[in-house]
């Protein structure tokens, strides 16, 4: 028998179905339910998205003013999840505890199942775990969820103590619709994995926050603006990512396994982060990220890299006052419109995933009693 052609990484492998974004990555596309992502960019918030995912269709005003209502009212954290928050180390990564607290609220919670109702809940939730564990770290009080401000301004709000501007709020909500869903990525298949099994919404939802965490995935945008912070000024750009290629390194904020051509999502970032980020720090990301594709394009021909959606992410975050540890779990925030969809679109037309290994250890063998190995 010949042996199987194995596809590491699951490149190119089709696995299953979805309606709901759609990667063209050769041509540097993307949609969402048939919607171009500059249009949605232009004209919609997230929950404006998150209504898009879950339910098929973007929001009438009544629909939108409904779910920003539901929203609201499923903001409310059990105190035991509180208390999880208050009491995690201080020096607790923030998607560490972002994955701890999200078990927490599956815990003991008899609407675990995933369902409509149960992920507009964590949805809404999840950016009140941050600001809270953010605050706590940082010896502050919790500041409770506004009714008045959207997803994207209370998030700001309650990291803060201050009511964002127009302009950040609109910043971010750009950032967070654009990052809500993304494809078969490797956190919402591992979402997907664990919902063919069954298993319940924050166990899904859990999984893909570990998933997500890696700097081949969600983990890259704090390293890029570290890179672009340690570059400094544009003359010191080549030296440095020279040195850095040479010892082997990645550089952050550029690549992807599927677009082979510039990821749309950066574009439109670049064009906002012109807008909302202080002109010296916008300059010196526009020279790093020339000087890298020039240095990318150059060693690795084959490759076609182009910048990644996580470079100007991290230009965007930082813009609108995140601290950098927190661009990784905001990401999360945003995803989980898209984990949650896919976590439903799996349930309603479930088969347990399950692929298969070529095995290529020794071959049959006798065990030796424990003296005579
Ligand atoms: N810096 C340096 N080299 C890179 C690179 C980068 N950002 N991206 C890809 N390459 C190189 C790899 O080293 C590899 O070269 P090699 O075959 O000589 O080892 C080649 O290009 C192919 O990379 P590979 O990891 O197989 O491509 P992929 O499609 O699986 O990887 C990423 C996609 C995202 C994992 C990769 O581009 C990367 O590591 N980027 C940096 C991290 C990042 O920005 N992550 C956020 C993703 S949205």
Redesign the pocket.
Known sequence: MSAPIVAK?LEGVVVGNTALSRVEGQIGRLTFRGYDIHDLARHITFEEAAHLFWKGELPTRAQYDDLKMQMAHARMIPNHVMQIARGLPKNSEPMDALRTLVSALGAGNPLKQPDLSAVMMLTAQTPILLAAFDRYRRGLEFIPPRGDLDHAANYLYMLSGTEPTAAQTRALNVYLVLLSDHGLNASTFAARVIASTWSDLYSCITGAVGALKG???GG?PSR?LEMIEAIGKKENAETWMRAA?AKKE????????MYKAEDPRAEILRDLARGVCAPQLFELAQSVEQTGLQI?HES?PA?R?YT???FYSAVILHAVGLAKDMFTPTFAASRMAGWTAHILEQVADNRLIRPDAEYVGPAPRAVKAIDQR
């Open positions: 990484g700097p081949l995935h890259a890029a290629l990645r550089l952050m904020g550029f690549g992807h396994r990318l690795k490759e890299i990644n959606v996580e």
